[in-house]
């Protein structure tokens, strides 16, 4: 007879010598269920009462459709242009020391600091035919206040400091031997960034992409001043959403609350999915 | 040299156009007819119930989400267990979702067609176009605020400390309060203050629930929208300079507590951007 130490048991939780932890799980999953899944459950059981041809005849009128399309190409332009902009913003932040570094540092949060509506009334002024920039734009034939470029202005300074901040600590982390190799072996300043730190920060520009992203379609009151709102064209999918609860259109907005839940989800899940082949290719 | 240089203002030119720009025509619009008008349309009456309309709702959606943010990063940095990374996610949900789904969320639920609507309106309890909608909406959206800076740094930190109080016999609220809190002391108000910062400022969702009336259910950020809407565009930027004021303040918090903090933050974002 051979003594055997007793398999242990698969259990849900590691075990802990900590106290608290039914408790505090309880309250936080009470807590989760009333404020954020409880409700969203509400939409959802709602949207299927609708039926599917119910849902389908709301989510296929050409205004949904026009103002879905109005969302989405904005909202890829805007953090698409960001990708850029925040990449540099970051780097420059990182890597550089110049006079003023910290005050433009601390400046980057303002868009999460500054209420959207007075992002809205700001950008608006600013853009508007006679506003500051507006008015250097309007002889060159160029408009932007109440046309879907102003969408993209307000979800580029609503959606930056998304992508600076998730690359800024990819590019501190960055191993500068790795850099200063390649420039003794006689790689250019470019091919460097292209080689070299680019692959390394790839990854983090794909999450603060998306993270933008989801931003940007959410967005309200920063585009609603700037939009100009007109159905199809500069009208985004959230105001629509609000125009039916104006009319008292419930299972519209429901329907459109729901469409938006899922396009959102489906482009983070095709986000992350990019980025984790994007990851086994790198080897990171 | 050259492209350094030229990075460089590129990056200053850029966000001056779209950060700083932004901040000076608040306060030069509301500036504009000089400051005798500016505090004019500052004492209005109106502006001081959004004043407190908007405090009250931000003092009941942080604390809200101070007390969960803490029992959130107990359970979920302290244990392991399965389903921690789905949690995780579920708290950060509110994120990646609208605003103005959030205000409808409350609608569906309590407006006069909602689930509670039938209910409510025979025991003439109002929710919707009132108060307790725009403070159930504000929770929505700033749930995960407090939450997500403590659970990373709650989870850098490690329990080490905590299980050596353990066998020193200490009790779990005592454990609590003296070893883990003041531990998580600087990202509690890091957190606080980005929560109440989103708080005080949000639009989306309270417009949706709230009944737009100027001085009776208008928060700050209504008041801005109603003034400008009415043509009333100087008094809707000095409201707008209240509120970007707030902004400024959050800032300058924010860069300090970052300053004295920086390796413990490098870490929590380090964490996140992985």
């Known amino acids: ?284 | 040299m050259a492209v350094r240089r030229s990075l460089i203002a590129v990056a200053i030119a850029f966000m001056t156009l779209f950060l700083v720009l932004p901040l000076i025509i608040v306060f030069s619009e509301a500036l504009s007819a000089g400051i005798g008008v500016y505090f004019n349309a500052l004492i209005d009456p109106n502006v001081a119930d959004a004043i407190y309309l908007t405090l009250v709702i931000a003092a009941v959606a942080v604390p809200a989400n101070l007390v969960f943010g803490i029992m959130a990063s107990w359970c979920i940095a302290k244990f392991d267990f399965v389903g921690r990374n789905v949690l995780i996610t579920l708290i950060d949900l509110p994120f990646s979702i609208s605003p103005v789904i959030a205000g409808l969320l409350e609608v569906l639920l309590f407006g006069l067609n909602g689930l509670f609507g039938g209910w409510l309106s025979d025991h003439n309890i109002q929710i919707i176009f009132a108060l307790p909608g725009m403070v159930l909406a504000t929770t929505f959206v700033t749930f995960p605020f407090v939450a997500r800076e403590i659970i990373p740094l709650a989870q850098e930190q490690g329990n080490d400390e905590e299980e050596a109080a353990v066998t020193l016999g200490a009790g779990g609220l005592q454990i609590f309060f003296r070893v883990s809190l003041p531990k998580l002391r600087w990202g509690l108000f890091y957190g606080v203050l980005l929560c109440n910062a989103r708080a005080m400022g949000e639009f989306g969702a309270v417009s949706v629930v709230s009944g737009k009336i100027f001085g009776q259910t208008d928060t700050l950020s209504l008041a801005v929208e109603s003034l400008y809407e009415s043509y009333e565009i100087q008094a809707a930027f000095a409201v707008a300079s209240l509120l970007a004021g707030l902004a400024l303040l959050t800032l300058v918090l924010k860069a300090g507590l970052e300053w004295r903090h920086r390796d413990e933050i490098h870490a929590v974002r380090r964490k996140r951007s992985a």
């Not at chain 1, 805007?78 to 932040?93: K, T």
């Not at chain 1, 809205?120 to 160029?142: D, E, F, K, R, V």
């Not at chain 1, 390394?200 to 940007?216: D, H, K, N």
């Open chain 1, 1 to 284: 007879m051979s003594a055997t130490i007793p398999a242990r048991r698969w259990a849900w939780r590691k075990p802990s010598i900590l106290p608290g932890f039914a408790p505090s799980l309880a309250i936080t999953l009470v807590w989760l269920g009333v404020i954020v899944i409880g409700p969203l459950g509400v939409m959802l059981w709602f949207t299927a009462g609708l039926g599917w041809g119910g849902f389908f005849s709301i989510i296929s009128r050409p205004r949904v459709l026009g103002d879905l399309w109005v969302s989405l190409s904005t909202a890829f332009l805007a953090s698409f242009i960001n990708l850029f902009f925040g990449l540099l913003v970051a780097w420059v932040l990182t890597r550089y020391r110049f006079p003023g570094r910290r005050l433009a540092d601390a400046l980057v949060d303002l868009p999460f600091a500054l209420p959207t509506a007075v992002a809205g009334i700001a950008l608006s002024t600013l853009y508007a035919p006679n506003g500051w920039i507006g008015a250097i734009l309007a002889p060159l034939g160029i408009q932007i206040a109440f046309q879907p470029a102003g969408i993209v202005v307000a979800m580029m300074f609503i959606s930056l400091p998304f992508i600076v901040r998730t690359v800024q600590p990819v590019i501190e982390d960055l191993e500068v031997e790795q850099e200063e190799a390649a420039s003794l072996m006689g790689a250019t300043d470019f091919q460097i960034f292209l080689r070299i730190s680019l692959p390394a920060i790839f990854p983090s520009l794909l999450t603060g992409f998306a993270l933008a992203l989801a931003r940007c379609l959410g967005e309200y009151g920063s585009i609603i001043f700037i939009a100009g709102n007109k159905p199809m064209v500069s009208e985004i999918l959230p105001l629509l959403i609000v125009a039916q609860l104006d009319e008292f259109d419930y299972q519209g907005a429901t329907a459109i609350g729901t469409l938006m839940l899922f396009v959102s989800f489906l482009l983070l899940l095709a986000i992350n999915l990019l980025q984790a082949w994007v990851r086994k290719r790198h080897g990171g």
